[in-house]
T-cell receptor, first 111, second 112 residues
Framework: SQKIEQNSEALNIQEGKTATLTCNYT??????LQWYRQDPGRGPVFLLL?????KEKRKERLKVTFDTTLKQSLFHITASQPADSATYLC??????????FGIGTKLQVIP | DTAVSQTPKYLVTQMGNDKSIKCEQN?????MYWYKQDSKKFLKIMFS???????INETVPNRFSPKSPDKAHLNLHINSLELGDSAVYFC???????????FGPGTRLTVL
């Protein structure tokens, strides 16, 4: 069966360091992959999308990589700030535009 | 000028009742979705409508019935509520292909 795993439920990192979050999937051939941010009590907010034929995408301090051979995406936040603390969700988009979300990784940036 | 709005934000009800959650988007999108986020924070798609037509219907009990009166609205009606229905329900919208989904603030449903 299809499975999406995000590396850990929680990740603590010191302010100023680079946070790296992992999204692995099995039994899936997504057309593209998305990353969302979710703050407590709020809906997810779209951050970045990367297509299956793209290796890397950047937006300000954010970088996403997509390796369809390893079936893995890495999400990096450089120069992390306490305001980056949130839960980050990866989402795979496959056939019929169906979006499947991972469980998320809760990132805590410590001042 | 909220992009995707849901009402109510909180809903507390007894088992066996019937309730509805409303969703509206003012983004001009063609596609709307309902998601359920359970206590473990897992976000799972329930339904997707494109131009008022159902295109995704996951394995959801038929007590859940979505209704799309027009492209800007997608309501969720739930019959005979059960304890396991307690969760946060999110509405979302996107253009025809879900390049970016815009989520509403969520409706926290508690069934007692």
């Amino acid at each position: 069966s299809q499975k999406i795993e995000q590396n850990s439920e929680a990740l603590n990192i010191q302010e100023g360091k680079t946070a790296t979050l992992t999204c692995n999937y099995t039994n899936y051939s997504p057309a593209y992959l998305q990353w969302y941010r979710q703050d407590p009590g709020r809906g997810p907010v779209f951050l970045l999308l990367i297509r299956e034929n793209e290796k890397e995408k950047r937006k300000e301090r954010l970088k996403v990589t997509f390796d369809t051979t390893l079936k893995q995406s890495l999400f990096h936040i450089t120069a992390s700030q306490p305001a980056d603390s949130a839960t980050y969700l990866c989402a795979l988009v496959g056939g019929y535009q169906k979006v499947t979300f991972g469980i998320g990784t809760k990132l805590q940036v410590i001042p | 000028d909220t992009a995707v709005s849901q009402t109510p934000k909180y809903l507390v009800t007894q088992m066996g009742n019937d309730k509805s959650i409303k969703c509206e988007q003012n983004l001009g999108h063609d596609t709307m979705y309902w998601y359920k986020q359970d206590s473990k924070k897992f976000l799972k798609i329930m339904f997707s409508y494109n131009n008022k037509e159902l295109i995704i219907n996951e394995t959801v009990p038929n007590r859940f019935s979505p209704k799309s009166p027009d492209k800007a609205h997608l309501n969720l009606h739930i019959n005979s509520l059960e304890l396991g229905d307690s969760a946060v329900y999110f509405c979302a919208s996107s253009q025809s292909t879900p390049d970016t989904q815009y989520f509403g603030p969520g409706t926290r449903l508690t069934v007692l």
